[in-house]
């Protein structure tokens, strides 16, 4: 378990040990308990909270950097965003720039407040436009689907921060400074999305289309159908960890396949790491359906829908992935399980800012027939 690295102050913020004063003279309580924390900031441990009964306790790291995330954006009052045709018109800027810096005015940024059937972690108001942004911050869990509509259908700017590369091992609250306010890399906006690809080979007079319909952009190019793969049940097995996760490859209709995270299945001398073999599994998923796919839609938690003329490179991409996980000796174990981490680090390191944005799938139930004996 990582150390304790972020508490609440007495003034109600959520900082970082490298942010108190040592000793007791931090005046920080711990976030899940709020019993007193002491910082102890020595020369030879890493400096970290521990709480004054000296009874420690499991916290999520995860929530608690969404939480310190949140506090550096409030703090600062703004941060910087990508732009793009669509989003700067919405918003009033120049469609020239490539990024900007927003920053709130009137009325600090708030956390927390219902917009109609959505909850936005923060919403910062531009004062001298009349316009809300509703703030994301994704530390493991994507906005689904149906928060993504609920954007839509309100009109309402979301952006989505991405903190998925910072894990608690050599964490520098520095960095994640830069990332969260004024890096743009990292940041996509869940509406409105960026106009869709030209068309020069389509040949149809403005005016000819209907008066609601004229000079709207289009959702999704009308390309041509392809024949879809057929259908398919790959494995990811991780050997190291005792673990198989299943993704089903289905052909949805006559022009989309469905890209399915089905179930895990662990040994009985499964490792502690078993648990977590399934979502980082998906989580590799995602990137190569993403990353083969630029109109996938991610209809519900594990679940993708490929329009045909990306269906075959999709499936392809995923059949390479898995054939990575089929390694049965028992030396190669522990390789196997390294060669995942690996290719996960990379594809988080390498990956483009904007794309469109999966998310994790929810727990496989328990389900006796799924399970491997031995």
């Given at each position: 378990?990582?150390?304790?690295?972020?508490?609440?102050?007495?003034?109600?913020?959520?900082?970082?040990?490298?942010?108190?004063?040592?000793?007791?003279?931090?005046?920080?309580?711990?976030?899940?308990?709020?019993?007193?924390?002491?910082?102890?900031?020595?020369?030879?441990?890493?400096?970290?909270?521990?709480?004054?009964?000296?009874?420690?306790?499991?916290?999520?790291?995860?929530?608690?950097?969404?939480?310190?995330?949140?506090?550096?954006?409030?703090?600062?009052?703004?941060?910087?965003?990508?732009?793009?045709?669509?989003?700067?018109?919405?918003?009033?800027?120049?469609?020239?720039?490539?990024?900007?810096?927003?920053?709130?005015?009137?009325?600090?940024?708030?956390?927390?407040?219902?917009?109609?059937?959505?909850?936005?972690?923060?919403?910062?108001?531009?004062?001298?436009?009349?316009?809300?942004?509703?703030l994301e911050v994704r530390v493991t869990h994507g906005?689904?689907?149906?928060?993504?509509?609920?954007?839509?259908?309100?009109?309402?700017?979301?952006?989505?921060?991405?903190?998925?590369?910072?894990?608690?091992?050599?964490?520098?609250?520095?960095?994640?400074?830069?990332?969260?306010?004024?890096?743009?890399?990292?940041?996509?906006?869940?509406?409105p999305l960026p106009p869709p690809p030209a068309r020069?080979?389509?040949?149809?007079?403005?005016?000819?289309?209907?008066?609601?319909?004229?000079?709207?952009?289009?959702?999704?190019?009308?390309?041509?159908?392809?024949?879809?793969?057929?259908?398919?049940?790959?494995?990811?097995?991780?050997?190291?960890?005792?673990?198989?996760?299943?993704?089903?490859?289905?052909?949805?209709?006559?022009?989309?396949?469905?890209?399915?995270?089905?179930?895990?299945?662990?040994?009985?001398?499964?490792?502690?790491?078993?648990?977590?073999?399934?979502?980082?599994?998906?989580?590799?998923?995602?990137?190569?359906?993403?990353?083969?796919?630029?109109?996938?839609?991610?209809?519900?938690?594990?679940?993708?829908?490929?329009?045909?003329?990306?269906?075959?490179?999709?499936?392809?991409?995923?059949?390479?992935?898995?054939?990575?996980?089929?390694?049965?000796?028992?030396?190669?174990?522990?390789?196997?399980?390294?060669?995942?981490?690996?290719?996960?680090?990379?594809?988080?390191?390498?990956?483009?800012?904007?794309?469109?944005?999966?998310?994790?799938?929810?727990?496989?139930?328990?389900?006796?027939?799924?399970?491997?004996?031995?």
């Amino acid at each position: 378990m990582p150390k304790l690295v972020f508490a609440l102050h007495e003034s109600g913020r959520v900082l970082h040990i490298a942010d108190v004063a040592s000793g007791l003279a931090c005046q920080c309580t711990c976030l899940d308990c709020r019993e007193p924390l002491v910082a102890r900031k020595g020369e030879v441990r890493e400096h970290h909270f521990g709480h004054t009964s000296g009874q420690e306790h499991d916290w999520a790291w995860e929530t608690h950097l969404h939480a310190y995330a949140k506090q550096l954006i409030m703090d600062a009052g703004g941060l910087a965003v990508p732009l793009h045709a669509t989003v700067a018109e919405h918003l009033g800027l120049a469609a020239e720039t490539k990024d900007a810096r927003l920053q709130a005015g009137g009325t600090p940024i708030q956390q927390e407040i219902s917009r109609g059937a959505v909850r936005p972690d923060l919403v910062l108001h531009l004062a001298e436009r009349d316009v809300e942004i509703a703030l994301e911050v994704r530390v493991t869990h994507g906005c689904d689907q149906a928060k993504r509509n609920e954007f839509k259908r309100q009109r309402l700017a979301a952006l989505e921060i991405d903190l998925r590369r910072f894990p608690p091992e050599r964490f520098d609250p520095k960095k994640l400074a830069d990332a969260v306010l004024l890096r743009t890399e990292n940041k996509t906006w869940l509406w409105p999305l960026p106009p869709p690809p030209a068309r020069d080979w389509v040949y149809q007079l403005v005016d000819e289309l209907p008066p609601e319909e004229a000079g709207q952009p289009l959702a999704k190019p009308q390309l041509p159908r392809k024949p879809l793969p057929p259908p398919v049940s790959l494995q990811f097995r991780v050997r190291a960890w005792r673990a198989a996760v299943t993704v089903s490859v289905l052909q949805e209709g006559e022009e989309h396949i469905c890209v399915r995270v089905m179930e895990m299945a662990i040994g009985r001398m499964a490792t502690t790491n078993a648990e977590q073999a399934a979502p980082r599994i998906a989580e590799l998923v995602e990137f190569v359906v993403t990353g083969h796919s630029s109109y996938a839609e991610n209809p519900r938690a594990g679940t993708w829908l490929v329009p045909s003329w990306e269906a075959t490179a999709v499936a392809n991409a995923l059949q390479e992935a898995a054939s990575r996980y089929l390694i049965h000796e028992n030396e190669q174990r522990q390789a196997q399980g390294a060669t995942l981490e690996a290719d996960l680090r990379y594809r988080r390191q390498a990956w483009p800012g904007q794309r469109p944005e999966p998310s994790t799938p929810e727990r496989p139930r328990d389900n006796p027939y799924s399970r491997r004996r031995g």
